[in-house]
Each structure stands twice: as structure tokens, then as C-alpha cells.
């Protein structure tokens, strides 16, 4: 059984591992000069390599199609892929929020691991290897490639997205799948920055426990709470990587960016503590009231937003200006204005229609042998590890049923 695997990243890497395994002759294809180039990326250099959870947490946070891997999943599992490589020489750790990197901080060791268990089982590695086609002819898959067309019995896309281009991510998958008739749907960046207006004066400000309102028509369509940071040009950290995987997928024509600077307040309660810090400033300037409550840098944005006047004296200020200062602080608004470029985008939403894959073998119900895995398929999960681990368990069920007579 002669099996060619598309992709050099974690699915390609682990479905030709576990092909091999199963005594299939396997050659994996890669167009960059090394293996893993997006995974060296990864967790800021460090490879976030999977999520220390259970299983029915890990479907909590697969927003996409969390249906169709579950049977993936259960059958190579974050303890499975931990067991993997620490059985191959790799210790690993936990860290914050179950996040599982390598005891070395280096993205580099997990590469070095894989490769060295690719060439343990005999696979074949070809860098510097694009595909530039791939056919199907007397029951057989033709590769083309600048050199030459091969032939192969089975073979598994493993490309990845579009996201981070200078990976190699160029959407080769999309074109090989369609050329096979299945369905790629629409990309869209996920996990990346939600663009905005007015973000430019507070650009590096961080936020911890705040809360986003995505606010269209006057009613929340979606919020997320945590940790977030202003870039130039919108809003970006944790939270908002992980609000952005969701709105995504909605018209966000016409959506406000709603802030609560203090969620674990409701408007009575931060009224009182408002009154309270007036008490002691009474003669000072409204704009210079206001440092006990916020953070100096957004001091402006909130009292700009209040409408009332910078130079007014506290003492002279209303009860209805300090509602509306209570609501600037429970609502700083800022216009979105879209998401960032998916090329900057941590991973890519949409891709290959889960519809026409079966979800146990990642094999396409379209063309026998054919299969699919990894971050080419319409699935996509929130940061912590899980991504790697959804292209390591679509590999694992791609190379298993590949490799079977």
C-alpha cells in the first residue's frame, strides 16, 4: 500500500506517522524547506501542543462543527497525544488553563520529535516538494509535482489553510478538493483581531477582567470576558481571539464594540463607589476625578464618551451626567469595523464541507481513498492547545484508515 501525504504540519506529520506504523509505504510531501514551519510559530515559539482537559470539555470549545470530531477525538485524545510524546522522549508540562507545551519551551524539540518518529518508521520525507495536482486514474492517485507525476494506491490532504502565508498556507487543499468536486466553504479568519474605530490613543493598553458586548440593533448578540488588549487599529487578547471565532460567522454590518470596564459591578453599586471617590475630589476637574476607578490611559476615552465637560468641577457635577458617566464605564462603545486579514489570523475557519467526509476515517465520500485532515477541513477550535490537537487527531484517523487494506 503506497500512501502520499500533502503537508508537513502536525495532521500530515502524525497521518504518515501512524500509516507507516500500520506498514504502509508512505511518503510525505512538503513545499517548504521544513516540516512543522507553522507549529515553530505556534504558542509564541513554544507549540501549545494540545489541552489537558476531558474530552466533553474539549467539544466546549470547537465552535465549528464540534459534531464531526467527536469520534476523532475519543479515539486520539489529549491523553493519548501527551502519551505519544512522552513515549517518544518528550516531557511535557501544564500549564494556566490546561495548556500542555514542551518542559523545554521550545516549539523546535515537538518538531524534532515527530520527524525523528517519522524516519523510525521508514517515512519517506520529500521537502521542497510542491503538489501541484492531483488526479485519479485506474484506481490509483497521480501526483504532479515540478520533477514529475507519481503514483500512489491512497492519498491524505493535509495542507492547512490560508492564514500565516509565509508558512506555505496557501490553500493548495482547497483546489486539490474541489477539483474532486467537495465543497469548500467560505474562509474567514478565527482567533485574530476584531478591527475598530478610536483604538489608536490607548494602543498597548492591556484589560484584565473586562467584558466585550458585540451590540447590533441595540441587543448583545454575543460577549466573551477576560483579558484584552488595544492594537492601532481595534482590539485583540485572549477574549477577543476567542470572540472573534464566533462572530465570524455572523453579519456584523452596523456592530458596536461595547466595553464593561467593570462587569463584576452592576449601576447602582458603581454609582456608590462613583459618589464615594467624588467626596474626596469635590474641587478638582472632572477629567482629574477619576484616576482611584480607571486605568490613566482611558481616562479621556471614558469622559470623552460621558459628554461631560473635561474642566467641570466635581461638586457642580448632576446626577444625570453621573449616569452617564456610569454608563461610559459600563459601556465604551467603538465601532467595528471587521475582522483582521486572515493572513494574520492564528488559524483559518471554513475549508473543506465536513458533509461530504466521513467523520471516523476522514476519508472523502466522494473519491475512495481520498481523506482529509487538519486545519484544510471546516473545523476550528479557541486558543489552548486545541487546534493541534484537532489536525493530530484528524492525522491519526486519516493515517489509520489510509494504511488499511
Known amino acids: 500500500m503506497n500512501v502520499a501525504v500533502i503537508g508537513g504540519g502536525p495532521a500530515g506529520m502524525m497521518a504518515a506517522i501512524v500509516a507507516a506504523q500500520n506498514g504502509a509505504n508512505v511518503t510525505l510531501f512538503e513545499k517548504n524547506e521544513k516540516l512543522g514551519k507553522k507549529m515553530y510559530i505556534s504558542g509564541k515559539g513554544r507549540c501549545n501542543l494540545t489541552n489537558n482537559c476531558e474530552v466533553k470539555e474539549f467539544f466546549q470549545n470547537v465552535p465549528t462543527n464540534p459534531k464531526f470530531l467527536m469520534s476523532c477525538i475519543n479515539k486520539f485524545s489529549p491523553e493519548n497525544v501527551m502519551d505519544f510524546c512522552q513515549s517518544r522522549g518528550l516531557k511535557l508540562k501544564t500549564e494556566r488553563g490546561n495548556r500542555v507545551f514542551p518542559l523545554s519551551d521550545k516549539s523546535s524539540d515537538v518538531i524534532k520529535c515527530f520527524e525523528r518518529t517519522l524516519r523510525d518508521y521508514g517515512v519517506a520525507i520529500r521537502l521542497n516538494s510542491e503538489i501541484l495536482s492531483v488526479e485519479y486514474q485506474n484506481e490509483g492517485f497521480l501526483l504532479t509535482t515540478i520533477t514529475g507525476i507519481e503514483r500512489f494506491d491512497r492519498v491524505i490532504i493535509a495542507t492547512g489553510g490560508i492564514s500565516y502565508r509565509a508558512t506555505g498556507c496557501t490553500g493548495d487543499g482547497y483546489k486539490f478538493a474541489k477539483s474532486f468536486s467537495h465543497k469548500v466553504i467560505d474562509t474567514k479568519p478565527a482567533l485574530c483581531k476584531l478591527l475598530c474605530k478610536g483604538a489608536k490613543p490607548l494602543e498597548g493598553l492591556s484589560l484584565k477582567n473586562v467584558e466585550v458586548n458585540v451590540v447590533k440593533n441595540g441587543k448583545v448578540i454575543d460577549s466573551e470576558f477576560g483579558e484584552m488588549l488595544f492594537a492601532a487599529d481595534g482590539i485583540t487578547g485572549p477574549l477577543v481571539l476567542t470572540l472573534s471565532s464566533r462572530v465570524n460567522k455572523l453579519n456584523m454590518q452596523g456592530a458596536i464594540l461595547s466595553i464593561d470596564l467593570k462587569p463584576a459591578l452592576n449601576e447602582e453599586t458603581l454609582d456608590a463607589r462613583i459618589l464615594r471617590d467624588f467626596s474626596t475630589r469635590m474641587n478638582k476637574d472632572f477629567i482629574n476625578s477619576l484616576d482611584a476607578l480607571l486605568p490613566e490611559r482611558l481616562i479621556e476615552a471614558v469622559a470623552k464618551q460621558s459628554g461631560i465637560p473635561f474642566n467641570q468641577k466635581v461638586n457642580k457635577i448632576t446626577a444625570e451626567q453621573r449616569a452617564r458617566l456610569v454608563n461610559s464605564i459600563k459601556n465604551l462603545q467603538f465601532l467595528y469595523v471587521g475582522l483582521d486579514d ?47 490537537q484537532i489536525a493530530l487527531s484528524t492525522g491519526y484517523a486519516a493515517g489509520t484508515s489510509a494504511s488499511k487494506e
Do not use: C, H, R, W
Not at 476519508?363 to 486545519?375: D, T, V, Y
Open 342 to 388: 486572515i493572513n494574520f489570523a492564528i488559524v483559518t475557519s471554513g475549508g473543506v464541507d465536513v458533509k461530504a467526509i466521513n467523520p471516523s476515517t476522514m476519508e472523502s465520500k466522494l473519491q475512495k481513498g481520498m481523506f482529509f485532515a487538519g486545519e484544510v477541513i471546516d473545523v476550528d477550535a479557541y486558543t489552548g492547545g486545541f487546534n493541534i
